[in-house]
């Protein structure tokens, strides 16, 4: 394979690019969580990237990665239950209608 | 090989794009679910074999069940098509933000000399008894670390979702 780092780096930064786009302009506060694993998938494709092509003799990367990867279920299973007890409350899951905190 | 990549990155930039985009929310995951499939094969595209099995079990097979069961339980059962939001104030501003960061980025990676590194090993063999290796030797305490904090992850979105049952018993 001669596909040089630079390409899966620039790969990487469109992913997180595109998340972060979702992220910010959806209302659906089930897409803003999609858009922040599209993030998260994005920043481990960089570490899966490193690995291969800087550091293949150790696999501390690859360890990193599924580290990240546990976290990132956790987090999403702690977001959507927290989706679910905001729609419970709300009767909506639109995040600019979340606005009891607003001084 | 190098087709494999471009193809690939095709279907996950795609995936993507039509995941963040589309109306009905069951379609969204529906994309997300092709996405989550082309990074696990740019995983095993880059030889890390084990990592692309972790993703498909992971995100397909868990993370895109649990979000389909959000939008069921928080939407009409078939995900009907919402409001549609393109081109307002709020997607051009949010575009605006990440047009400028994804340039931004281009130009950071394409000015360092890193970004031209071939890759290092060739060797194609698979990494998982490495792996298991290391995660109960030097990782054993991460390990236990993460144990608990998926325990406790666990526990608290069943108390965060089952609140307001218990306050209307």
Aim: net charge neutral.
């Amino acid at each position: 394979m001669n596909i040089p780092l630079g390409h899966y780096l620039i790969l990487a930064a469109i992913l997180f690019a595109i998340g972060l786009a979702g992220a910010l302009t959806r209302k659906n506060a089930i897409i803003v969580l999609m858009g922040i694993e599209v993030m998260f998938n994005s920043a481990i494709l960089n570490l899966v990237a490193f690995w291969q092509y800087k550091y293949f003799a150790v696999p501390t990367a690859q360890l990193f990665a599924i580290f990240a990867i546990a976290v990132a279920a956790a987090e999403s299973a702690v977001g959507l239950a927290l989706v679910i007890a905001v729609y419970r409350h709300y009767k909506s899951v639109d995040v600019d209608e979340m606005k009891e905190l607003k001084g | 090989m190098n087709l494999a990549f471009w193809i690939i990155s095709a279907v996950t930039v795609l995936g993507a794009l039509l995941a963040v985009s589309l109306r009905n929310l069951v379609h969204c995951v529906l994309a997300l679910i092709l996405f989550f499939i082309g990074i696990a094969a740019h995983y095993f595209l880059l030889r890390a074999d084990f990592l692309g099995t972790v993703q498909i079990l992971i995100y397909v097979g868990a993370v895109a069940v649990l979000i389909l069961f959000a939008i069921m339980l928080t939407h009409n059962v078939t995900g009907t098509d919402g409001p549609r939001e393109i081109l307002g104030v709020k997607w051009w501003s949010g575009a605006v933000i990440a047009a400028a960061l994804a340039i931004l980025l281009k130009k950071a990676i394409l000015s360092d000399p890193l970004a031209m590194v071939l890759p290092a090993g060739d060797k194609a063999q698979s990494s998982v008894a490495e792996i298991g290796r290391a995660l109960v030797a030097n990782w054993v305490v991460p390990l236990e670390a993460i144990a608990i904090l998926l325990t406790a992850a666990l526990i608290g979105a069943v108390v965060i979702a089952l609140e307001e049952i218990q306050k209307s018993r």
